[in-house]
């Protein structure tokens, strides 16, 4: 999968959520830096911070995976 795939759907999923960058990243444990970084395509997720991702936003792991 490629790298900014992650980012466009979190940010996306985020957003469908209501979630603003601040709170999103206080949910996940993560600094406002790291989500923008992810958001912006400059920084791969973790697995573990996808699982997380996945949880708070309820969506599954596929569905965040952009299939072309």
Do not use: C, H
């Not at 959520?17 to 406002?32: M, N, R």
């Not at 790291?34 to 596929?62: A, F, H, T, Y």
């Amino acid at each position: 999968m490629e790298t900014e795939q992650w980012g466009r759907r979190i940010r996306a999923f985020r957003k469908l959520k209501g979630y603003t960058q601040v709170d999103f990243a206080k949910e996940l444990g993560i600094s406002l830096s790291i989500l923008g970084e992810i958001e912006r395509e400059s920084r791969v997720p973790s697995q573990d911070l996808i699982m997380k991702v996945s949880k708070k936003l309820d969506v599954s792991i596929e569905e965040l995976m952009e299939i072309n």
